[in-house]
């Protein structure tokens, strides 16, 4: 992997940050034990956490029950929606945005990770780099997200091998070049045991990288306003209903990157399906053209099928 650069204290700056990978790569575990290990739980919390692990037979504190809402939601085949965690340590802020992991689902980590500033993709290290991992890799980049971390999860499953981490981060970093990642952070964990999350712990002794709360609390964000490459993730259809609106048919987000004016050809991802801008609407009124990171509605010269989670590219645009 390629050295950590430019790491520098953002004086409390707030780190957005999605967590992806494939299902059972521990992003559940791993989301609790950077809350649990940051004592970002509250007292209440952890002793009701410490009561249904007890219940389930599991010794210990199984903090991936604390992500257990989002799952029973799963388990019941109800809409998901990603979860979104605040926490915050004296250096830094943190909202992260926890994205499904089963591929049926991947529509709603596109919303997630809209607002991204980084991504942490886990990795299994018995498994390695698998098809849903390079599929929210691919996404990162299609939404411009600028910085990426690959979380090389249950090294404690392989000895925590450096040669298996190695290989791994090789592997990954050569999908990652051709997706345009100019830094790809690799970091060896080990999310129930603890070790390199939040504290270093001896197992990974051979690793002379930051642990991940302390990259998180020190990388520097990179603000790149890229006006070329335009970037529409759709969060949400607007349709009124009313008499007035009837045939009102809108798309409303947030532009991630470039520009859009009245008239542009569009193509809309993974469909295919293209048009042209007919208005672009506002609470302050109607605009001509519109850029990043400018929250809009969308309304197109034709009626074709787009749903939330869906992206809305430029037709000119080359996807990589």
Known sequence: MPAIRSIEFQHSELLRFITAGSVDDGKSTLIGRLLHDSKSIFEDQLSALEQTTRRRGVEGVDLSLLTDGLQAEREQGITIDVA?????????????????????YTRNMVTGASSANLAVILLDARKGVLTQSRRHATIAALLGIPRLVVAVNKMDLVGYAEEVFNGICEAFAQFAADLGF???????????????????????????????????ERIEIDYDLNLDDFRFPVQWVCRPGTFEY???????????????????????????????????????GELERAFAPQSVTLLLEDEIDISRGDMIIKSSDTVR
Do not use: C
């Open 84 to 104: 979104y965690r605040y926490f915050a340590t004296p250096r830094r802020k943190f909202i992260i945005a926890d994205t499904p992991g089963h591929e049926q």
């Open 182 to 216: 100019r830094d790809v952070i690799g970091i060896p964990i080990s999310a129930l045991k603890g070790d390199m999350v939040v504290a270093r712990g001896e197992n990974l002794s051979w690793y002379r990288g930051p642990a991940l709360l302390e990259l998180l």
């Open 246 to 284: 009837q045939d009102f048919r809108g798309y409303t987000g947030r532009i991630e990157s470039g520009t859009v004016t009245v008239g542009d050809q569009i193509a809309v991802l993974p469909s295919g399906r293209s048009s042209s801008i007919k208005q672009i609407l506002t609470f302050d």
